[in-house]
């Protein structure tokens, strides 16, 4: 099942650089994971804004679910979740 996943990321400003990074290189690692794995498909920075775009294939919302509160910057992140569906003028075969 696909999903659209919009992450907006506030870390707080107060927040020490060290741990900052850390949270970074450790959210880093977990999304190039989930890409290998095919359950990240798509990962875009939104222009102009600390922000992603995401496409996930997972079984559906209790899956994704466990994926997005697991990730490191998931307390510092505001998230919309959006479940898509084929659309019938698709030419893509692998759109599910
Ligand atoms: O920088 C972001 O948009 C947050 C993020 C998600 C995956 C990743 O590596 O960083």
Not at 33 to 56: C, D, M, P, T
């Amino acid at each position: 099942m696909l999903f659209h996943v919009q992450m907006d990321v506030r870390l707080p400003h107060d927040l020490p650089d060290e741990t900052a990074s850390a949270l970074k290189q450790k959210e880093r690692e977990r999304a190039e994971r989930l890409q290998r794995e095919g359950k990240w498909r798509h990962l875009w920075r939104v222009a102009g804004r600390y922000a992603n775009v995401s496409i996930f294939d997972v079984s559906g919302p209790q899956e994704l679910h466990e994926i997005l509160s697991g990730l490191p910057l998931f307390p510092f992140m505001d998230i919309a979740v959006t479940p898509l569906c084929r659309h019938p003028s698709s030419v893509h075969a692998d759109d599910r």
